[in-house]
């Protein structure tokens, strides 16, 4: 396929994914740092609830004791944590999704992530559709108890035959010979809540068309099975949902017949960037509790944290943890401005905003993909320190790395978010909807200049920009080859999504750094974060680059593609001394903690 076929644009619209084609600092990021103090204090109040009532609780709940999981879900309630999301409308608070992301993340500091299952399965994934999709009267019926916990809710989606391509699902809907009612026949499986919902959020076709339902517990035929004997989150339900003749009220299809694709997918969407802040709490509650212990247990006559590879650990932890903190909250600050264009007096204000969140699918899913990734390094750095105490079950470790497995698997798992990250990558490019074309012109007459006139983190800014440049090229390069057929090139698909995530990750914690400093002294330690990011994952995407053209383009072709990142490579190289920056940090985590 010819690339001058796809792509010529003159004007950059504000859509998702488009990190990839605008220059660094052309517009403000959202960040912590940015936090109203109405959204500090819920923070802290999340944060003082996580350690008071369900740290201490922990090895209880995760024996699976349903009072001690239900019990603090109901206190969430009454603190409004579960309201966050639901209108004012309908008896919530109805604040913005930073908000709804610094609960989730903060929530992280219980080091439980049974109870932040069941929390986030409810107020989450379980209550959103209804939000979004939901008539008036299901809201009117629905959304107050949801947000006291007086209702738990399930959502219901897989089914034995159908995990990742849910809309094989083989659970039917009937229309009763009264019109009354629809008729559900099927299977769910491993449902979280299931076996303490009072609600389900289910979906199944009619006559071929996927639809969502809202499905009562005490509906006769609807069963639920044993509790799986899980790997981690132990204390969460997760239970087979069976459906047998159930009778539905007409009034509960959610939606429209025919909408549950629609329903499903922007759920996950939420869901993902959820999921990220989550992991973003357990990655700062592991690195606190590995701190500590590294500070008192002794070896060789010294602190085991003054040692310099384990320095070398805790500033790859903070280091990571920094990055996917300035993701998802510029993530989330995308999709509240996007949400904030939106009329509030329109009667199709919450599925516009439903609307508004999948315009940022591409940015969900890398807060998915590398919130749980980072999850898994920082809790196995975590468990390392810990030495043989952290394979025993009493030191917390272990528990954080067995439950943070789920995570690569919840949402869709890893392997399909980074198909959904470059297929829609690909259908930007193929619609018009990313400037690829112009981009790659542009670069290919030198590229933009940045203000290097500015002393912070110059080489980096430049470094970024060759860096997505380099990335562009290869993108396009793959869509010569191999165009709409690109998503069949699953491996080469899954290492694009990973140029696109390094490249997301970089330019949000360059942008982030770089606002701090245009406000505020120079802080040492986060220009230290910011040059051994950027200068670890400018070799990892140079690498990725090459790996990919070579696998690509022969002969010739190759030798010339080559010879073209290697351009790129030199502004992407340097000389920084990353081990010494690491010291440096790892020091300073010391200091603060």
């Given at each position: 396929?010819?690339?001058?076929?796809?792509?010529?644009?003159?004007?950059?619209?504000?859509?998702?994914?488009?990190?990839?084609?605008?220059?660094?600092?052309?517009?403000?990021?959202?960040?912590?740092?940015?936090?109203?103090?109405?959204?500090?204090?819920?923070?802290?109040?999340?944060?003082?609830?996580?350690?008071?009532?369900?740290?201490?609780?922990?090895?209880?709940?995760?024996?699976?004791?349903?009072?001690?999981?239900?019990?603090?879900?109901?206190?969430?309630?009454?603190?409004?944590?579960?309201?966050?999301?639901?209108?004012?409308?309908?008896?919530?608070?109805?604040?913005?999704?930073?908000?709804?992301?610094?609960?989730?993340?903060?929530?992280?500091?219980?080091?439980?992530?049974?109870?932040?299952?069941?929390?986030?399965?409810?107020?989450?994934?379980?209550?959103?559709?209804?939000?979004?999709?939901?008539?008036?009267?299901?809201?009117?019926?629905?959304?107050?108890?949801?947000?006291?916990?007086?209702?738990?809710?399930?959502?219901?989606?897989?089914?034995?035959?159908?995990?990742?391509?849910?809309?094989?699902?083989?659970?039917?809907?009937?229309?009763?010979?009264?019109?009354?009612?629809?008729?559900?026949?099927?299977?769910?499986?491993?449902?979280?809540?299931?076996?303490?919902?009072?609600?389900?959020?289910?979906?199944?076709?009619?006559?071929?068309?996927?639809?969502?339902?809202?499905?009562?517990?005490?509906?006769?035929?609807?069963?639920?099975?044993?509790?799986?004997?899980?790997?981690?989150?132990?204390?969460?339900?997760?239970?087979?949902?069976?459906?047998?003749?159930?009778?539905?009220?007409?009034?509960?299809?959610?939606?429209?017949?025919?909408?549950?694709?629609?329903?499903?997918?922007?759920?996950?969407?939420?869901?993902?960037?959820?999921?990220?802040?989550?992991?973003?709490?357990?990655?700062?509650?592991?690195?606190?509790?590995?701190?500590?212990?590294?500070?008192?247990?002794?070896?060789?006559?010294?602190?085991?944290r003054n040692f310099d590879v384990i320095k070398g650990y805790f500033a790859d932890m903070?280091?990571?943890?920094?990055?996917?903190?300035s993701i998802i909250y510029k993530t989330v600050g995308l999709i509240d401005d996007a949400v904030s264009?939106?009329?509030?007096?329109?009667?199709?204000?919450?599925?516009?905003?439903?609307?508004?969140?999948?315009?940022?699918?591409?940015?969900?899913?890398?807060?998915?993909?590398?919130?749980?990734?980072?999850?898994?390094?920082?809790?196995?750095?975590?468990?390392?320190?810990?030495?043989?105490?952290?394979?025993?079950?009493?030191?917390?470790?272990?528990?954080?790395?067995?439950?943070?497995?789920?995570?690569?698997?919840?949402?869709?798992?890893?392997?399909?978010?980074?198909?959904?990250?470059?297929?829609?990558?690909?259908?930007?490019?193929?619609?018009?909807?990313?400037?690829?074309?112009?981009?790659?012109?542009?670069?290919?007459?030198?590229?933009?200049?940045?203000?290097?006139?500015?002393?912070?983190?110059?080489?980096?800014?430049?470094?970024?920009?060759?860096?997505?440049?380099?990335?562009?090229?290869?993108?396009?390069?793959?869509?010569?080859?191999?165009?709409?057929?690109?998503?069949?090139?699953?491996?080469?698909?899954?290492?694009?999504?990973?140029?696109?995530?390094?490249?997301?990750?970089?330019?949000?914690?360059?942008?982030?750094?770089?606002?701090?400093?245009?406000?505020?002294?120079?802080?040492?330690?986060?220009?230290?974060?910011?040059?051994?990011?950027?200068?670890?994952?400018?070799?990892?995407?140079?690498?990725?680059?090459?790996?990919?053209?070579?696998?690509?383009?022969?002969?010739?072709?190759?030798?010339?593609?080559?010879?073209?990142?290697?351009?790129?490579?030199?502004?992407?190289?340097?000389?920084?001394?990353?081990?010494?920056?690491?010291?440096?940090?790892?020091?300073?985590?010391?200091?603060?903690?």
């Amino acid at each position: 396929m010819d690339s001058a076929r796809y792509i010529e644009r003159t004007h950059i619209m504000k859509t998702g994914g488009d990190f990839l084609t605008k220059q660094i600092c052309t517009e403000e990021i959202f960040t912590r740092e940015k936090f109203s103090p109405e959204q500090e204090e819920i923070a802290k109040t999340v944060e003082e609830f996580a350690r008071e009532r369900i740290r201490p609780n922990k090895q209880k709940i995760e024996k699976y004791n349903k009072d001690l999981s239900l019990e603090p879900l109901r206190e969430c309630g009454e603190l409004g944590l579960l309201s966050v999301d639901i209108p004012e409308k309908y008896e919530g608070l109805g604040l913005d999704k930073v908000t709804s992301a610094i609960v989730a993340e903060t929530l992280g500091f219980g080091l439980c992530a049974s109870f932040s299952t069941t929390m986030g399965a409810h107020s989450g994934i379980g209550t959103l559709p209804i939000v979004f999709f939901g008539s008036n009267s299901q809201k009117e019926k629905y959304l107050p108890k949801l947000g006291t916990a007086e209702l738990v809710s399930a959502y219901c989606l897989t089914e034995p035959e159908s995990g990742s391509d849910a809309l094989a699902a083989k659970s039917k809907a009937v229309l009763s010979e009264d019109g009354q009612n629809y008729v559900l026949n099927g299977t769910k499986q491993f449902i979280t809540n299931a076996s303490w919902a009072d609600l389900f959020i289910i979906f199944a076709t009619v006559t071929g068309k996927f639809t969502g339902f809202i499905v009562e517990r005490n509906s006769a035929g609807l069963s639920i099975g044993p509790e799986e004997n899980k790997m981690g989150i132990k204390g969460s339900s997760t239970c087979t949902v069976y459906l047998e003749n159930v009778h539905v009220p007409v009034e509960n299809v959610l939606g429209a017949i025919g909408q549950g694709a629609a329903i499903a997918f922007n759920t996950l969407n939420i869901g993902r960037f959820k999921l990220g802040a989550a992991t973003l709490g357990g990655c700062k509650a592991a690195i606190e509790e590995t701190l500590q212990y590294a500070s008192e247990r002794r070896q060789f006559g010294q602190s085991i944290r003054n040692f310099d590879v384990i320095k070398g650990y805790f500033a790859d932890m903070s280091i990571r943890t920094f990055a996917l903190d300035s993701i998802i909250y510029k993530t989330v600050g995308l999709i509240d401005d996007a949400v904030s264009e939106i009329d509030e007096s329109s009667a199709t204000y919450d599925s516009g905003v439903a609307e508004a969140i999948e315009s940022y699918a591409i940015e969900a899913s890398i807060c998915k993909v590398v919130g749980s990734e980072t999850l898994w390094f920082v809790a196995d750095k975590g468990l390392q320190i810990y030495g043989g105490y952290g394979f025993i079950e009493e030191y917390p470790m272990a528990s954080v790395l067995r439950d943070n497995r789920i995570d690569r698997i919840f949402e869709g798992t890893n392997e399909i978010n980074r198909q959904i990250i470059s297929g829609y990558f690909l259908k930007k490019a193929l619609m018009e909807e990313l400037p690829i074309r112009e981009k790659i012109k542009e670069n290919g007459n030198g590229l933009a200049g940045t203000d290097d006139h500015l002393d912070v983190l110059s080489k980096e800014k430049r470094g970024i920009e060759a860096a997505k440049a380099a990335v562009l090229y290869v993108f396009n390069e793959t869509i010569c080859k191999y165009g709409q057929d690109l998503p069949n090139e699953q491996q080469i698909g899954s290492m694009l999504s990973d140029l696109f995530s390094d490249i997301y990750l970089v330019d949000s914690v360059l942008k982030r750094v770089i606002q701090k400093f245009a406000t505020s002294e120079v802080d040492r330690n986060w220009l230290a974060i910011a040059r051994v990011f950027s200068a670890e994952k400018f070799y990892e995407i140079s690498s990725s680059c090459k790996k990919i053209v070579s696998s690509i383009l022969e002969n010739k072709d190759l030798e010339n593609g080559l010879r073209d990142l290697n351009t790129f490579d030199k502004k992407m190289h340097l000389t920084t001394n990353v081990f010494e920056l690491k010291r440096q940090i790892a020091d300073n985590l010391y200091e603060k903690n």
